[in-house]
């Protein structure tokens, strides 16, 4: 059955009311990724024919009305101004991570020749975006999920940067024998306990929770930081794990300790340069 552009806006408006937070807002989302089209098409071919009926397009309406994230159904994300691909295999790349690249970028100089390794690599998006600023670098990305690797391995090479950004499979450090100059991770950091928005059911639970306390994927980063004797070290958290962070860190020797806030102003990640004896 054919409609309209604009009776079919409304059709999915009123699909997704009650289910996400902008019905609207969603519904021409996902009908601009359904054409393939900008927000300027989007507004001026309102009076356009379409097939409601197109198997595509019902299938989504149908997940996105359950919750599925859009990125999931489009397998597109924006981040950092840049478009990434992405799937169930990965954790939605979040508007909060872009402060972990910046301050990583406000930590060296943009010409250093040096070894980041990044923990977590997920959809490979902080990896990318840092290769892209610190054209001396070398990156080694890893993860313990096949399936986040597979990800990151796609968006590596729709960037070009295969030769500069090496993947590995492993728990935490375990697969790197290398010298670190600079650890990077968005660990997972919430309790297991802690309710969860519907959505993230969707996504990969173990990017997600980081133990029963939530903050033991960040601790086990920062013995490895000392045990590894790595200079500097560039990590995301919950917002309320800042007293925990500064209470596990009185057994080492620190020289310099920053927190940084997110978007809303809570505090969001810190970066450690630590003195090694």
């Known amino acids: 059955m054919s409609k309209r552009l604009k009776e079919l806006h409304e059709e999915i408006t009123l699909r997704l009311n009650g289910v996400v937070e902008s019905p ?8 601009m990724a359904y054409l393939n089209k900008d927000q300027l098409y989007f507004i001026t071919h309102q009076e356009d024919v379409l097939d409601e009926s197109d198997p595509r397009l019902v299938q989504w309406v149908e997940k996105r009305s359950a919750n599925v994230p859009l990125e999931y159904l489009t397998n597109r994300v924006s981040f950092y101004s840049r478009e990434f691909y992405i799937d169930e295999g990965a954790l ?7 402060h972990l690249i910046d ?60 030769e500069r950004i090496e993947l590995r499979e492993g728990n935490l450090l375990s697969p790197i024998i290398e010298k670190i ?20 059911s969707y996504e990969p639970q173990n ?12 601790r086990a980063l ?18 309320d794990q800042r007293s925990k962070v500064q209470e596990y860190l009185k057994n ?25 004896e």
């Open 24 to 31: 609207r807002r969603e519904a021409e989302l996902l009908l």
């Open 92 to 98: 939605i790349p979040r508007p909060e991570t872009e």
């Open 103 to 162: 301050e990583v970028l406000g930590s060296v100089s943009l010409d250093d020749t040096m070894t980041v390794v990044e923990v977590g690599v997920g959809s490979g998006i902080i990896s990318i975006l840092l290769a892209l600023h610190l054209p001396n670098a070398r990156f080694i990305a890893v993860d313990i999920s096949p399936r986040a690797l597979a990800v990151a391995r796609r968006n590596i090479e729709m960037f070009g940067l295969s």
């Open 181 to 200: 100059d600079f650890l990077v991770s968005n660990p997972p950091y919430i309790a297991h306990d802690a309710p969860l928005e519907s959505n993230l």
């Open 207 to 218: 990017a997600l929770f980081g133990g029963e306390i939530g903050d033991e994927m960040i």
């Open 222 to 239: 920062l013995d490895e930081v000392y045990t590894r004797r790595i200079p500097s070290f560039a990590c995301e958290m919950g917002y």
């Open 252 to 276: 080492f020797a620190v020289q310099s300790l920053d927190f940084y806030t997110d978007y809303a102003s809570f505090d969001r990640g810190f970066v450690l340069k630590a003195i090694h």
